[in-house]
């Protein structure tokens, strides 16, 4: 006897590039593992790192400033350590969006045919 798959409405709906362009835009500006931290990347969490660092001296008068990470870990962080974090993040956002970037030009040359199941994120990998 042929046994039954649950169903899943996501193979079912189609994807188009809005869709595909749609899922990289929310994976690019996920945390992202920084060291010990999971770190929020999007632009507000980086303005927020930025303008910290140029103040950094009048915000941090003790010399550490409690950062919240992406889990809600309260870690106190000198201003070279806040620094440190801050590039970091940068590089691998950019690496992380380069890659992709890539994969969705990828998922976009097999339109059409994509469905939204493909294009959830650990499909990307």
């Known amino acids: 006897m042929p ?5 899943d409405a996501l193979a079912q709906q189609a994807a188009d590039r809005d869709d595909i362009n749609a899922a990289r835009d929310r994976m690019e500006i996920a945390p992202i593992q ?11 969490s980086e303005t927020r790192m930025d303008n910290a660092l140029k103040v950094f001296a009048t915000i941090a008068a003790k010399g550490t400033l409690d950062w919240t990470m992406a889990d809600n870990q309260v870690v106190p962080l000198t201003r070279a350590g806040l620094e440190t974090i801050y590039n970091d993040m940068l590089t691998a956002r950019a690496l992380r969006s380069a890659q992709l970037h890539a994969r969705a030009t990828e998922i976009k040359g097999r339109l059409p045919g994509v469905t939204m199941r493909d294009i959830e994120p650990e499909n990307w990998g």
């Open 3 to 7: 046994s039954l798959q649950p169903y």
């Open 34 to 44: 920084i060291g010990d931290y999971l770190v929020d990347c999007d632009p507000k």
